[in-house]
């Protein structure tokens, strides 16, 4: 059995490295020959790249929060995924931030940011945050990894807060756009943090069920409980978030503008209703309320991985297609966009499965480690 | 000397539609094919022989709560001394924050190096010659280049970055007039100072006039005088 793994994780392996390669030189490509390959233009200034950092950049904060809340808050029952959230997070953060580098024009600039920053700019706030959370993982993760409990503890309560901020920022270069009804006002900040909650906990409860099932023949209870707990907390927020484009529909009913025309009847209603809406909220919200395994758990999660996705190239390609006098234009992704986004995806998977090789990410965590030694200390008890 | 507050005005019923305002700009600003700094919104509407049609020149507002300043994050478009919004080509990063939050659409992004066409080492006919070979008679790289450009943004853009109208402040830097008014051959359009009550501008904007979206609170600087509706 395990030779048989062996022989099909090499070949998995072997795949990811090849999409990993095409990413690479999808990046090399957009560096020498710059943003001529993308299919960006001077009505739709921002292309599928930032889509996938959105998307990917939420996942992180989103796994990241349900670590360090199920510390904060001591939901014992996640304890032990905190060690493999935090990792993933950076493992999804990394190749993020790699995505959205590829979109500055001048990449090589980036030091502006320190000598001449602009704080009013969102887009500065994301910057700044998105570094500070960065260098706060790692150190929780060095934390959980040297198992020193006083640091790791601490570390917790500010990339929750790092989390939050840095989610909601991101909403916020959106939010402050007041000429784009798909984009502006507060709530798109708040939907944000909702929904890098939701894709968070479809990204983890993905990878720890693939994790245990290519490790082991059954999943280990503990594990099948921590998702069902997953899915249920999922299936709240779902619920939260239908609510949200319930309101955004109707909000925009009442003004309907180009931009509600395109989602609600137009060009992106596909997308809008059957990705976003029915495929990433409604299938799986139904899904996990009749029937609660962890299997089910998984499709759901993987449903609503897709529809999160959806959600969010409706919003940012979405919001730019309406022009500033009212003309609707559109916008096609190019080969170079795809082949950065999934080689980030593939970057995501090799480096999340080298931490499980070498980073002993199922450890159990502090809580665990003191529980166990009450018991040792207290045989009796058992 | 106190600072001035440069605004413009464009009289719609002089306006002919002609786009000489658009096509001059080029020629000063040396932007390439597809980089617009003045460009038009054009309406047209009504089913025959009900018709209208109506042609606005636009540029950059030069707003005076400019979003795209705000937007930026690393300050490279400002609001100058004048109450012009300028861009600073040295540094900007690209990110396209100010392109997507601009409620007017007027800002261009340089995808490619401009002017790649004059490097070309093909003729479209035999008898002619390259535009290569032209770029090297002329010593500069187009043709038409403008070196006036140069006196305090990048004469010619280069990949990477965005770009805008300036209001042409190097020529207002020296008393004169952009480059598209002057041009104008029905004498539509007027850049003034509103912080000089003698100025000319004062007069023009006691007809009607509006701004465009100026329900955005953008307060932007570009004022339309005398419209024909
Ligand atoms: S018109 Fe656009 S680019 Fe010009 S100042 Fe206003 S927001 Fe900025
Ligand atoms: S593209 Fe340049 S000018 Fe525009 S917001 Fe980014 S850094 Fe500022
Ligand atoms: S003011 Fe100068 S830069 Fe602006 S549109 Fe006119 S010619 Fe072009």
């Known amino acids: 059995m395990a030779m048989k793994w062996q022989g099909k994780s090499l070949v998995g392996l072997a795949i990811l490295l090849i999409i990993i390669a095409a990413g690479l030189f999808g990046m090399g490509n957009t560096l020498i020959q710059g943003q001529v390959l993308f299919g960006s233009t001077e009505l739709i200034p921002w292309n599928l790249l930032i889509v996938a950092y959105v998307f990917l950049a939420l996942m992180a904060s989103g796994m990241c929060m349900i670590a360090s809340a199920s510390h904060v808050l001591g939901f014992k029952q996640f304890d032990f995924l905190g060690k493999r959230a935090i990792f993933l997070a950076l493992a999804v953060l990394i190749p993020g931030l790699l995505v959205l580098s590829m979109d500055l024009g001048r990449l090589d600039r ?273 | 000397m106190t600072n001035k507050n440069y605004a413009m005005t464009i009289d719609l019923q002089s306006c002919i539609g002609c786009s000489s305002c658009a096509v001059v700009c080029k020629n000063e600003n040396n932007t390439d094919t597809g980089m617009n700094w003045m460009h038009f919104i054009k309406n047209e509407s009504g089913t025959f022989p009900n018709v209208s049609y109506e042609y606005i020149p636009a540029l950059c507002n030069h707003c005076d709560n400019a979003p795209c300043v705000k937007a930026c994050p690393v300050t490279a478009m400002y609001k100058d001394e004048n109450g012009l919004t300028l861009h600073d080509a040295d540094k900007c990063i690209g990110c396209k924050a100010c392109m997507a939050s601009c409620p007017y659409g007027v800002i261009s992004y340089n995808k490619k190096d401009p002017h790649d066409y004059w490097s070309q080492q093909e003729s479209w006919s035999e008898l002619s010659a390259t535009p290569a070979e032209v770029q090297e008679k002329s010593g500069a790289k187009l043709p038409y280049y403008n070196p006036e450009r140069d006196y305090n943004y990048e004469a010619i853009r280069y990949r990477g970055i965005v770009e805008k109208c300036q209001l042409c402040d190097h020529r207002l830097a020296r008393d004169e007039q952009p480059y598209c008014v002057t041009r104008c051959p029905s004498e539509a359009m007027y850049v003034g100072d509103l912080n000089d009550p003698d100025d000319k501008i004062h007069q023009i904007l006691s007809d009607d006039h509006k701004t465009l979206k100026d329900e955005l609170g953008t307060k932007p600087k570009v004022f339309y005088v005398r419209n024909f509706k």
Not at chain 1, 315 to 344: C, D, H, N, R
Request: charged residues 10%; proline residues 3%.
């Open chain 1, 110 to 382: 980036a030091l502006n940011f320190i000598t001449s920053p602009n704080l009013q700019a969102p887009m500065w706030w994301m910057g700044a945050t998105y570094g500070v959370y960065v260098v706060l993982l790692l150190v929780e993760f060095i934390a959980m990894h040297t198992k020193n409990e006083k640091i790791m503890h601490y570390a917790s309560y500010f990339t929750l807060a790092g989390a939050v901020a840095a989610t909601s920022i991101l909403g916020g270069i959106f939010a402050i756009v007041v000429q784009r009804p798909l984009w502006y006002g507060g709530a798109t900040s708040v939907f944000f943090v909702l929904s890098a909650v939701i894709t968070g906990i479809a990204c983890l409860t993905i990878f720890t069920y693939f994790t245990f099932k290519f490790s082991s023949e059954k999943l280990p209870l503990k594990v099948d409980n921590a998702i069902k707990g997953l899915s249920k907390l999922m299936a709240i927020l779902l619920a939260v978030a239908l609510g949200f484009n319930a309101w955004r529909l109707i909000t925009m009913f009442y003004t309907a503008t180009p931009d509600f025309a395109l989602i609600f009847n137009g060009e992106y209603a596909v997308l809008y209703w059957g990705g976003a809406l029915a495929l990433g909220l409604i299938i799986p919200l139904l899904m996990i309320m009749f029937k609660r395994s962890s299997g089910m758990a998984v499709v759901a999660s993987i449903l609503v991985l897709s529809g999160m996705f959806f959600d969010k190239y409706v919003t940012v390609i979405g919001g730019q297609l309406v022009q500033p006098y009212g003309e609707v234009t559109s916008y096609s992704s190019t080969i170079t966009e795809w082949l950065i986004f999934v080689g980030a995806i593939a970057g995501t998977i090799v480096i999340y499965s080298v931490g499980v090789k070498l980073l002993k990410l199922d450890e159990s965590t502090h809580m665990e480690a003191e529980q166990d030694k009450k018991k040792k200390l207290r045989p009796s008890a058992v």
